[in-house]
Nanobody, 123 residues
Framework: QVPLVESGGGLVQAGGSLRLSCVAS????????MGWFRQAPGKGREFVAG????????NYGDFVKGRFTIGRDNAKNTVHLQMNSLKPEDAAVYYC????????????????WGQGTQVTVSS
């Protein structure tokens, strides 16, 4: 098990920014690929961003279009998602996820999940 805890969600106006963080309690994340997903009410879970265990590879959902940046600090055992130029349609619960490092694309294959953090964007 990899207990993941997200933080940083909240209410922001359209055009604003939020920085989400994910930490693992009692486990090191350095050997895991990490991802962020989101789920809005009535919709399925959607891939937002992924980063390989070393940080060398990143991938983003098509809708991101340069607005979000995923990063990790293995020394601090954290992964973050910097979200800029937020839109009302970005409102969702955002989940951090982990998988053992793989060469597969970063948009799937995760099996450890956090509880999520709510992001609300007002227009």
């Amino acid at each position: 098990q990899v207990p993941l805890v997200e933080s940083g969600g909240g209410l922001v106006q359209a055009g604003g920014s939020l920085r989400l963080s994910c930490v693992a309690s009692g486990r090191t994340l350095s050997s895991y690929d990490m991802g962020w997903f989101r789920q809005a009410p009535g919709k399925g879970r959607e891939f937002v961003a992924g980063i390989s265990w070393s940080g060398e590879r990143t991938n983003y959902g098509d809708f991101v279009k340069g607005r979000f940046t995923i990063g990790r600090d293995n020394a601090k055992n954290t992964v973050h998602l910097q979200m800029n130029s937020l839109k009302p349609e970005d409102a969702a619960v955002y989940y951090c996820a982990a998988r053992t490092n793989q060469r597969n694309p970063l948009n799937s294959g995760y099996y450890f999940w956090g509880q999520g953090t709510q992001v609300t964007v007002s227009s």
